[in-house]
Every structure is written in C-alpha cells, then in structure tokens.
C-alpha cells in the first residue's frame, strides 16, 4: 500500500474534525488543521504537482526547515507514486546540488532565502530541476525561472485525486546520509520499509489512546529518525506539531505541551546537566530536598520498570518529590512529556536513570537510515539502563566478526541509489546488512553498543579505545559542549575540547575573571585548570590508559557549514583530525 494512502484514507474516514498537525502563524500564535483540511491540501498539492508533469517514480526533492509544508509536500509526493528526496536545511549550494543532480530531481519545496537563491543557481544550469515550489511568501523569487509560491502553485489544483497504488518493495524515498565519512549515499527506502516498521513499534509498545498524543517534531524532518517518528504519529491518529526554529525550543515546550517528542543524546544531556547545576547553586536545604527527592525518585521508577507494586509510603513520598522538585523540571518541558525516544548516539545510564526518576520515560534506540531508523529499543517496562533495548519484531540481529551488529528485518533499505558497489560491500553473502557498529548482547537479550567499528582507536601501548563512550561521558557535564578524542597510535589519548561558552561565560562573571575574546579566554591558566578538575573529577572510574591526559580549549564550536558536524551534530572525526593536525601535533 502507498504511505500516503495508508496515513490519510484511514485517519480521514475514522476522525475527519480531529486535528492532524499544528504550526505557527505569522502573529505567533499555533494553528491545527483537521484530518479533513490535511488531507485536502495535501491531495491539492498532488494534483498540482500531477499538473506541472511530476510522474511516477519523478524525483521530488524538499530542501527546508520543518514546517507544515515540508510534510504535505512529502505526503503529496507520495501519493502521486513520485520519489520524496530530502536534503538538510543546514546543507550549503554545493551539498544541496550534489544530491539534486545525483537524484535527478526534477521539482524541489524550498524554504527560505538562502535555500531558493541556491535552487535558483541549480535550475539555471539546466540539470534535472525543472521547478522550484517556496513554501513562504516572505521569500523573494524570480517567477520567469518556473518559481512559485506554494499557495499559488496549488490554488487552483483539484482537492480529489486517485492515489498511486504501490507495493510493498516501491520506492518511497532517497534519504541521503549526512555521512560522518565520504561522499553522501542515497539510502533507498520503501513503502513497506515505512509501514511494516510502524506495525512493529505499535505491536511493541501496544500504546493505549496513541490518538490523544501531541508529537512535536524538533529535530530535522530531513534526517531518518525525526520523519519516520512524526509519520508514525501520523499514522497512528496522533497530532504532530512543527518547530520550524529549533533555537525557539524551550519557549515552543511550555506553548505546545507535547506528550511525545524524538532527541538527541544532546539534548537529554543539555537538561540533565542544568538541572544537576542550578541545584548545585542552591541552598544546602535545597540540594537536600533535591538528592532526597531524586533518590525517591530512582526507588519509584526501579519498582516500575521491574512491575513491582509501589508500597504507600513510597507513593506518599513520590507525591511530596513531585509537588517539591519534579513538577518543575517537567512544566519547564511543558509538563505533559512523558515518551521521548532517543537516537543517533549512545546515552549515559545515569541521565536515563534521572529522567524516569522525574517520571519522563527515554526510549533509547539504535538503528540507521539503511534500516529506516529504529532496530532496537527500550519497552516500556523491564528495559536496562545503558543498553540500546530490544530488537523490534521483525528485526533480527546477530553479532558478525570483529563484534559487528548485522540485521535482517522490515526496515532494511534496498540499498544505496545508483551504487551497486557500494550497495553490495554492506551486506553478507547471506543477505544480512553490516552497520559497521560494534556490539553484544547482555545475558537479557539487550543489544549494548561499544562503538563504531571504524572509530575504534588503538593506542602505540595496543590498548583499544572506544572513543564514543568516553567523549559521552565528558559531554553529561555542563562545561563541555563538544568532545572529539585522539588516541590512534599514539602514546596515550588527548581531546579537543569545545567549551560550553553559555556557562563558562557566567563562570567569569561570578569569578570577576575579564573577557576579552575566546581565542585569548580559553589559553587562560584559571580556565584550563578548571577543565582540568572537571576532567580529572568526571573520568576518575576510567581504566588509567582511557584518561583524557592532555587537550586543547577550542575557542569556537564546531559547525555544520564548515563540515566538521553533520546536521544531527555528529562530528566528522576525520574532517576535525585534518583540520586541526598542527594543534592536536602539539599535545604530543
């Protein structure tokens, strides 16, 4: 069956007046439209682009920020039998034409500006792009290159349309890998990798009233975890709100009052460290009421995971820690969150641990683009901290040579666009997918991650390093926002640290220490003695040949436009590693 179809027809004929998805207008306040609404629009986009000669299996590509419009257009795409093509809002000219010309995309959604002046430069190169759809007004276009406004090139499209029939192994989509190594491969997934692994979540999870859940979508609807989350919901009859600016993220929290919403690791670590520091700051009553509170907290949440009852006296105590410090914690994050799966990296089992406490579930997974996001995950109960969960049903995995994770199962893609090489070299003979992840299962069957194969580092002493969890480890502190380590053959390991500037800023304020600029800053002896401590303090459990024992202070943060990260901030080891040999030469 078509994606679309199976999102739209049924939502539409159960609950035509509910509402579907939300977004923010122009005078700040948030809008709904209903399934009946959603649905009209979206099959109006479809004619329209039917009408501007999008056939099936045409390339379709959308280079934006979230927003309603994103996902119409993808579902419109969709239900014309067309090939949605995202590309990170984040990516620059070159990136953005990489993929067009590599897809052959032949219509594109574009966001703002930047985003229409880059298409714009493509389309007159005479390429595969034929036109270019802006899903704002306020964005100015030159309409004799086929430019129009989203709500101009759809006026006066029919809201009725027959959509695409499509099997199970269609093409739905090309997610091009953001890739932390090489050129960037367009995944190839289907209809069937997208409906067989939302059955799997809901056989899994058996959700109860999935319908009266409020989803915001906060990470980019262009990378694999955030689209298939929000289309799930979608799926599932529940409604999905869209950040279209992530900066505005703690403000859109209290606004939407989500009760689901897919994060990073960062995130999770971002809020577990301000909680950890703003109670270090208070009262010695205060970080009484908070370690007391958090220690009832963790004997709730363990008697929960594991099924046990609750005695009474413990749910009295749950009811005053609530009252005291939880409800603050939760109203900051809207106060109604309460699943919140979480991917693309590994987490620490002590901020899991401190979420449930508060009474906010993780689902911590583990999957790729190439498996259509999630493999494994935490159930709802008896989950273990530290671990990436469970396979969902219809995943298999097995642990190949060198401890790497290989899967068969619904979500695995049909491999990578226009690479048949490429394609062949990730799976076995015997047809299973190599994740070049290294991993084992605990004595319960949970999948543990230790690391990326290719980012396993030896030491000249023949230590192995597994740089990820270390890096973890040192990011769940507030003073450090970014981590990359250096080990490989060398005699013991150094970092590149990338200060959290926010707090080391209001650190020089309390200790009357002048600013100039970070460059001088960060070389300061008073500075590199406090990270010093931090450091010492944060990897004291660590085996002596995994200590961090030299790093330099980096004076800016590592960005997306100069490639060093990827859109879902995953630093490109070799991009960093290139990019700084001289000051990393110098540590040694």
């Known amino acids: 069956m078509n994606l679309a179809e199976a999102i739209i027809h049924k939502n539409v004929e159960k609950h035509p007046v509910k509402s579907a998805i939300g977004f923010k207008k122009k005078d700040g306040t948030w809008k709904e439209l209903s399934w009946k609404k959603f649905a009209e629009i979206v099959f109006k986009t479809a004619s329209a682009l039917k009408d501007a000669g999008v056939r099936e299996n045409d390339k379709v590509a959308i280079y934006s920020d979230n927003s309603a419009e994103w996902i119409i257009f993808d579902l419109a795409s969709m239900a014309v039998g067309a090939v949605t093509v995202p590309i990170y809002s984040t990516n620059n ?43 704002k007004k306020a964005v100015w276009i030159k309409k004799e290159f086929s430019s129009f406004y989203l709500e101009d090139f ?72 955030e689209r298939s989350w929000s ?27 989500p009760t689901m919403m897919c994060a990073v690791p960062r995130f999770f670590q971002k ?61 900051k994050m809207g106060g109604r969150l309460w699943f919140l799966p979480c991917g693309g990296a590994s987490l620490s089992p002590e901020v899991t641990l401190f979420f449930e406490s508060v009474g906010i579930h993780i689902t911590v997974g583990y999957g790729l683009t190439e498996t259509t996001a999630t493999l494994t995950l935490f159930p709802l109960i008896h989950f273990e901290h530290g671990t990436s969960g469970k396979p969902l049903p219809g995943v298999e995995v097995r642990i190949g040579e060198n401890d790497e994770i290989q899967v068969k199962g619904n979500g695995i893609m049909k491999g990578y666009y226009n690479k048949p090489e490429e394609t062949r070299a990730v799976f076995t003979e015997d047809g299973w997918f190599k994740t070049g992840d290294a ?69 020089l304020n309390k200790n009357n220490i002048p600013f100039t600029n970070w460059e001088e800053t960060v070389k300061k002896d008073q500075i590199v003695n406090l990270y010093k ?21 980096m004076p800016s943060e590592f960005e997306i436009g100069t490639g060093e990260i990827t859109p879902t901030l995953k630093v490109k080891r070799n991009v960093v590693l290139k990019k700084y040999a001289d000051i990393i030469e110098k540590m040694y």
């Not at 990798?193 to 980019?220: Q, T, V, W, Y």
């Not at 990326?452 to 480890?473: C, F, H, V, W």
């Open 93 to 135: 000219a070159e990136q953005a034409e990489y993929i067009i010309n590599d897809s052959q995309a032949k219509v594109i959604l574009a966001g703002d500006q930047m985003q229409y002046d880059a298409c714009l430069e493509i389309l007159k190169k005479e390429n595969s792009l034929q036109t270019i759809i802006v899903s």
């Open 154 to 225: 759809i006026a006066k499209a029919s809201p009725k349309l027959e959509i695409c029939k499509k099997e199970t192994g269609d093409t739905a989509t090309l997610i091009y890998t953001s890739g932390t190594t090489g050129t960037p491969k367009g995944v190839i997934l289907t209809h069937g990798n997208f409906l067989k692994a939302f059955d799997a979540h809901f056989e899994f999870f058996r959700f109860k009233n999935f319908e009266e859940e409020l989803s915001l979508a906060f990470l980019p609807l262009s990378h694999v975890f």
């Open 271 to 331: 809020v577990y460290a301000g909680v950890l520091e703003k109670a270090e700051e208070g009262s010695s009553l205060k970080k009484k009421i908070f370690n007391w509170a958090v220690e009832t907290g963790k004997q709730i949440a363990e008697l929960k995971r594991n099924e046990h009852p609750i005695p009474l006296g413990l749910q009295l105590k749950e009811s005053i820690a609530d009252m005291m410090v939880f409800s603050k914690i939760k109203e």
């Open 231 to 257: 289309l799930l919901c979608l799926y599932g009859g529940a409604r999905v709100y869209f950040l279209e600016d992530t900066k505005n993220i703690a403000k859109t929290l209290e606004e939407v009052k």
């Open 439 to 507: 991993g084992k299962f605990d004595e319960k069957g949970n999948l543990v991650i230790t690391d990326r194969i290719k980012d396993l580092m030896k030491t000249s002493n023949g230590k192995y390093i597994a740089p990820q969890q270390i890096e973890n480890l040192l990011t769940n502190n507030n003073y450090i926002q970014q981590i990359v380590l250096i080990a490989e053959g060398r005699q013991f390991v150094s970092a590149l640290i990338v200060p959290n500037f926010e707090f080391l800023k209001e650190y």
């Open 533 to 553: 401590e931090k450091i010492k303090e944060l990897q004291e459990h660590l085996s002596d040949f995994e200590k961090v024992k030299k790093f330099t202070l």
